[in-house]
């Protein structure tokens, strides 16, 4: 059981790339969520997806893309990458809609734009 | 969507008990109390959540107060394992977790 996987763990990217960031749960989770981290601050919403076909943006969404093809899979699209999205990034899975069950998060990906 | 408040840093000695506390004065009779923890360069994990009575489990215990607009995070006895941020989050009316800034605990051996 992998739990939730991210990748890459580590990227440089140009200013003005575009990339996809991958998370993948194996654990039939409804809910996913990215997050970014700058440094000393708590973590940030930026999407979210309470299940397949269906996503929201939460406080940061600007500048990201995310679709939710399939249960298991959430990806995170950076269009036109700017310095300002340098930031660890993590991605998280919860099993639903109730309020008392627990998230699970990933390892992050720590991404800089040059 | 209910707001919390948390110390910024927090120091313990190493062995010792360890009280982390967490305001949340507009919380409503639905939201469950979360608490998170974020070891250095790792993503967050669930450390321990409640409704309304005090809640136990392997890693630490819940005390919430009897009007809930307060919550203490207890760790029974502190570990340099245990140095990490802790947020405490109420998931809000969509069922999305925000983060505050935490409380730093730093363990002193």
């Known amino acids: 059981n992998a739990g939730v996987t991210q990748t890459p763990k580590f990227q440089v990217l140009k200013t003005g790339q575009s990339m996809t960031l991958q998370c993948a749960q194996d654990m039939n989770h409804e809910y996913m969520s990215w997050y970014r981290q700058d440094p000393g601050m708590g973590l940030r919403l930026i999407h979210y997806?309470?299940?397949?076909?269906?996503?929201d943006q939460g406080e940061v969404p600007n500048g990201y893309n995310v679709s939710r093809s399939t249960t298991e899979d959430f990806p995170l699209r950076l269009l036109s990458a700017a310095p300002s999205q340098t930031s660890v990034y993590f991605c998280?899975?919860?099993?639903?809609?109730?309020?008392?069950?627990?998230?699970?998060f990933g390892q992050g990906t720590r991404l800089t734009v040059v | 969507d209910a707001k919390t408040t948390q110390p910024n840093s927090m120091e313990s000695n190493e062995e010792e008990p360890v009280h982390l506390p967490c305001n949340h004065s507009?919380?409503?009779?639905?939201?469950?109390i979360h608490w998170y923890r974020q070891l250095p360069s790792q993503g967050p994990e669930y450390v321990i959540h409640?409704?309304?009575s005090n809640v136990n489990n392997r890693m630490a215990s819940l005390a919430i107060a009897e009007d809930r607009k307060s919550s203490t995070l207890i760790l029974h006895r502190a570990t340099l394992r245990d140095a990490a941020v802790y947020y405490c989050?109420?998931?809000?009316?969509?069922?999305?977790?925000?983060f505050g800034t935490g409380t730093s605990l730093t363990v002193i051996p």
């Open positions: 507009t919380i409503s009779g639905t939201d469950y």
């Open positions: 998280a899975s919860r099993p639903g809609r109730r309020r008392n069950t627990e998230a699970f």
């Open positions: 409640g409704l309304t």
């Open positions: 997806s309470v299940g397949a076909g269906i996503t």
């Open positions: 989050i109420l998931p809000n009316t969509g069922n999305q977790f925000y």
